[in-house]
């Protein structure tokens, strides 16, 4: 902790995060079969469209069975970020349609989940999710002794709609979510806070219609959705006014096949920004023309990514799209992909980044004109899989996120974001191995070397250095089952800030079991080494919790 206050203030000298007051605005696996969706995961989010590119088989690990979706495109809501499920699932040879779980632990630590898949009729189908996670209680302070009183909750909740025609399918529904948090005073020596600052209120909403064609025998096929997204915020705090901001978000495909050999195909994105705060509107249309081959242990996608923005530092931006793999050895892969692309850096994401952010001006979209890779993975005995990788990638305008400042205007600690140009450069290898039902481990690191122009090096205080993630789990006896999951990520050394963010450290413990085919109790203790440390989003972590519950699927 006494590393973190040291680098409070650093951050506050960055140009593009000037210190300012706090002010209002004016007026102003294995035996088991994993399956992937349409059998009803609540979990996967927003695969409109899996892949255009004909499905790559990945090396053949014999541990488990994996039963894909009958459409290659399911249908699902918008990108959030929920609490994951604390246990897996266990061996079911259909998946049933419904699926509820709820648990809860110290710190009013709460997550609940329940969905249902209804097939009203052979051509009908309704989904419902509902979904609420947080917590509420004290976590250690980035600037004093005293615990901050931490509350954040978000609720969600969705309904979507399909019917099947004869060549075509048609799908509607909508996307609700409430978040309401605070934020960590400065001091708890502060005076007493106004309301609106502690109370903070976001609210996500979403309306879409689709239609895609499922006739296989059209010489072309495609699928567009379009809909209106909100996020809107009623409290104002500094850089984060009061108000909305609306996005009429657009997207589709089309792709056809020149032989059974290759394809051509066009992706297309479009996002019109509009906004009654004080920022500035913009369109951003991203097409991603392709063409892929395939024949035998050879295959290649290439393609190109084309964003035009009209406004707010707008252009013709592209980068490449494409990969190159080889099989070889019946379950070895060799694999070159050079990527890119434009990232719209809405309120959404901002929100999925911290959603404690704050920020000095609007954001820009992010732009990575290269980010190549080379990898390899393989299967050189059933159950074992190998991945070696490494690559470099050039951005502008990437994301950082700092800690807050505390001074005496500042009454409470954001997390800051900023923009500027990086490179990176990275590496990694994973292990993983799996025997029938009885044990399963995986064991990776990745190193992560960050370059960003001389004297912006604080810009780099919670990017990763290299990390190293192990998890395992065991059967202990028939339908009982133990786990645990370790991760450790190390941070860079800051000159300037006279040292570093103290690294992540986190070891979670689990075990689950099934009392009947389908009902699960489970329990997991999450950071047993009860280490307080900054996470990624600029906040602290709160310290050793235990929660338990249980979960059905009917």
């Not at 806070?193 to 976001?202: A, C, F, R, S």
Request: include cysteine.
């Amino acid at each position: 902790m006494n590393t973190i206050r040291n680098m409070i203030l650093g951050a506050a000298l960055l140009p593009m995060l000037p210190a300012a007051a706090q002010q209002q605005a004016k007026d102003s696996t294995l035996n088991r079969t994993v399956v992937v969706e349409n059998q009803y995961n609540p979990e996967v989010m927003d695969a409109f469209k899996v892949n255009v590119l004909p499905q790559i088989e990945e090396p053949a690990v014999a541990k488990q069975h994996i039963d894909y979706a009958e459409s290659q495109r399911p249908l699902t809501t918008w990108a959030v970020a929920p609490m994951g499920p604390i246990t897996r699932s266990l061996t079911q040879p259909v998946a049933p349609r419904g699926y509820i779980r709820g648990a809860y632990g110290n710190r009013n630590n709460t997550d609940f989940k329940a969905s249902y898949l209804w097939n009203i009729s052979s051509r009908d189908q309704l989904g419902v999710m509902a979904s609420l996670y947080g917590l509420c209680g004290d976590i250690p302070m980035l600037t004093e002794e005293d615990d901050w009183k931490s509350r954040f909750f978000r609720t969600d909740f969705s309904l979507d709609y399909r019917h099947d025609f004869k060549r075509v399918a048609l799908w509607l529904g909508g996307n609700f979510a409430s978040q309401v948090f605070n934020y960590m005073p400065a001091s708890t020596s502060s005076a007493q806070l106004p309301g609106y600052l502690d109370k903070q209120h976001y609210t996500l909403a979403e309306g879409y219609v689709g239609v895609r064609s499922t006739d296989t025998s059209f010489p072309v096929r495609f699928g567009i959705q379009t809909g209106l997204r909100s996020f809107s915020r009623k409290y104002a705090q500094m850089g984060l006014w009061e108000g909305s901001e609306n996005i009429f978000h657009t997207k589709g495909y089309m792709e056809g096949d020149i032989s059974d050999e290759q394809q051509v195909g066009l992706n297309l994105t479009m996002d019109n920004v509009i906004h009654d705060v004080d920022q500035q509107d913009y369109t951003l249309l991203r097409l991603n023309p392709y063409y892929t081959y395939r024949n035998g242990s050879f295959e290649a996608h290439l393609g190109a990514h084309v964003d035009w923005q009209t406004a707010y530092h707008g252009g013709i931006k592209a980068a490449p799209d494409i990969e190159l793999a080889y099989t070889f050895a019946t379950s070895n892969r060799l694999y070159l992909k050079a990527g890119g692309g434009t990232q719209l850096n809405d309120f959404r994401q901002l929100n999925d980044v911290s959603p404690y952010w704050f920020q000095t001006e609007q954001m820009r979209t992010t732009y990575t004109p290269m980010d190549l890779s080379l990898g390899l993975k393989a299967s050189p005995v059933p159950g074992l899989g190998l991945h070696l990788y490494g690559g470099y990638r050039m951005v502008k305008n990437e994301i950082f996120v700092l800690p807050g400042m505390a001074d005496e205007n500042a009454f409470y600690v954001y997390a800051g974001l900023a923009q500027d140009k990086a490179k990176l450069g990275y590496g990694g290898a994973s292990v993983s191995y799996a025997y029938r039902d009885w044990f399963d481990f995986s064991v990776d690191g990745a190193f992560y070397g960050w370059s960003v122009d001389e004297g912006k090096e604080a810009l780099l205080m919670l990017k990763p250095a290299f990390e190293i993630g192990l998890s395992a789990r065991f059967k202990i006896l028939e339908g009982l089952h133990a786990g645990l999951s370790y991760r450790y990520e190390g941070r860079k050394n800051i000159d300037s800030l006279d040292g570093k963010a103290d690294p992540v450290n986190e070891l979670n413990l689990r075990a689950d079991y099934e009392l009947m085919e389908r009902f699960n109790v489970f329990v997991s203790v999450n950071n047993l080494l009860n280490k307080t440390y900054l996470q990624s989003n600029g906040y602290p972590m709160q310290k050793l919790y235990v929660m338990g519950g249980v979960s059905y699927r009917f």
